[in-house]
């Protein structure tokens, strides 16, 4: 059955300091995976998805097959990456899974 | 554009009192319609999704119904709410069933 797991609830860093959120998914089809973002009293946004392999905001992320993970990077972290992460999973294109499957969410704190 | 709206922005409700929260989406046609809740802890959990006018499928059994009278109209429903109904509603659209998703601003819903 497809699943998204971020095991992390909380995490804190300091400002500069790199940090990575993980996911790990389930799914034996060719998978398409999102990380969405809900900044404080914001609405929730899409960050970025694995078939565009784009730069946002200074986000990465890479989805990598073998470990079933896609996990979100940066670098140098700054006060205002502070938000709820989410990752996501669709079935991509063709696929007859019908919709997106959420993880639980992680929490970012960017200390000053 | 395209924009969605969700209201009310926050509601406060007796246990046992009927529900109804409306989402809209303009500037689009035939959207995909979702219901989500977001739980502290629980992250998002997908409640009902809609392809089309009457067509509504249900993720979670519970105390919730959802309709689409319109195209792009999408109704969250409770005829008797309960204690555990409390938490916050996003409604979102999408253009494919799977792929990038747009979401509200949410509904604040206290059952006291």
């Known amino acids: 059955a497809q699943r998204v797991t971020q095991p992390e609830k909380l995490l804190s860093v300091f400002k500069g300091a790199p940090v990575e959120l993980k996911c790990n998914y389930s799914?034996?089809?060719?998978?398409?995976l999102f990380w969405y973002v809900q900044y404080s009293r914001q609405r929730l946004q899409l960050l970025l998805r694995?078939?565009s392999r784009e730069s946002i905001k200074g986000f990465t992320a890479d989805l990598n097959k073998g470990e079933t993970s896609f996990h979100l990077k940066k670098p140098f972290a700054q006060e205002e990456d502070s938000a709820m992460y989410y990752c996501?999973?669709?079935?991509?294109?063709?696929?007859?899974?019908?919709?997106?499957?959420f993880g639980r969410g992680t929490q970012l704190t960017v200390w000053p | 554009s395209q924009t969605i709206h969700q209201w009310p922005a926050t509601l406060v409700q007796p246990v046992g009192s009927p529900l109804s929260l409306e989402c809209t989406v303009e500037?689009?046609?035939?959207?995909?319609l979702y219901w989500y809740r977001q739980a502290a802890g629980r992250g998002l959990q997908l409640l009902f999704y809609?392809?089309?006018?009457?067509?509504i499928s249900s993720e979670v059994p519970q105390n919730l119904s959802a309709s689409r009278p319109q195209d792009r109209q999408f109704i969250l429903s409770s005829k008797k709410l309960l204690l555990s109904d409390s938490g916050f509603y996003l409604c979102?659209?999408?253009?494919?069933?799977?792929?990038?998703?747009?979401f509200g601003p949410g509904t604040r819903l206290t059952v006291t």
């Open positions: 979102a659209w999408s253009v494919q069933l799977v792929g990038e998703q747009y």
């Open positions: 799914y034996s089809g060719s998978p398409e």
């Open positions: 694995h078939i």
């Open positions: 996501a999973l669709s079935g991509g294109r063709g696929s007859t899974l019908g919709r997106l499957y």
């Open positions: 500037g689009t046609s035939n959207p995909n």
């Open positions: 809609s392809v089309g006018i009457g067509q």
